[in-house]
């Protein structure tokens, strides 16, 4: 069964910072890997998806990698806002059954 | 924009009773799924569904149960809550997007307590 681990579970960072949130998984033969924000109380907002025969993808601020054989991505977000402070996600798809980290709760100060 | 709802929000109920959470999506979807996500833990699947009267059961043990006689609708029913069954329940849908491959939509989520 597919594991996932999301390093480090919580950060505080001052806002202008760079940062970069891991996330790694234990079956490499994934369909995707997808990056997902989430506020306290609400559902959850897609960031990224990642098709596994993509290194990354990036919008905005943000961008995501992905290393198959190794078994990580990272999710690296430029010049952080208070704005970004949610809880980030990641979901490995083995073909349309998706597995979720624990997330990494950030918290970014003004 | 994802058009993905679920209804209610929130609902505290006691033990016993009969109840069921609505979720509809409006972009056709054949995918949809419901999760269960304990506060600070990561999300389980609990059910899915790869269209009209297919449905399958995730890897989380769940005494739910849920249909699929509408592609836009995937409601889920407990038949007797339990307090055990306390928890958030969130709904998401995927499909194509040309070429590329499936995007999970989620709902606001529905916030059971059971007394």
């Known amino acids: 069964k597919q594991e996932v681990t999301q390093i480090p579970a919580a950060l505080s960072v001052p806002e202008g910072e760079n940062l970069v949130l891991n996330c790694s998984f234990t079956d490499s033969a994934i369909y995707n890997l997808q990056w997902f924000r989430q506020d306290p109380g609400k559902g959850l907002t897609s960031l990224l998806l990642?098709?596994?025969?993509?290194r990354e993808q990036t919008s905005g601020r943000l961008n995501a990698s992905l290393d198959k054989s190794s078994g990580r991505s990272t999710l690296y977000i430029a010049a952080s806002q208070p704005g970004d402070s949610a809880t980030y996600l990641c979901?490995?798809?083995?073909?349309?059954?998706?597995?979720f980290g624990s997330g990494t709760k950030l918290n970014v100060k003004p | 924009e994802a058009d993905i709802y679920q209804t209610p929000r929130y609902l505290v109920i006691g033990t016993g009773k009969k109840i069921t959470l609505e979720c509809s999506q409006t972009?056709?979807?054949?995918?949809m799924y419901w999760y269960q996500q304990d506060p600070g833990m990561e999300l389980h699947l609990i059910h899915y569904?790869?269209?009209?009267?297919?449905?399958e059961k995730g890897d989380l043990s769940s005494e739910s149960t849920v249909s699929r006689i509408r592609t836009e609708h995937f409601p889920l029913t407990l038949e007797s809550a339990r307090p055990s069954h306390t928890s958030q329940y969130l709904c998401a849908s995927s499909g194509m997007t040309g070429t590329s491959t499936d995007t999970q939509y989620f709902g606001p989520g529905t916030r059971l307590t059971v007394l």
């Open positions: 972009m056709g979807h054949d995918k």
């Open positions: 569904s790869y269209g009209v009267n297919s449905t």
């Open positions: 979901a490995a798809d083995n073909f349309n059954k998706f597995y």
């Open positions: 990642i098709q596994s025969s993509q």
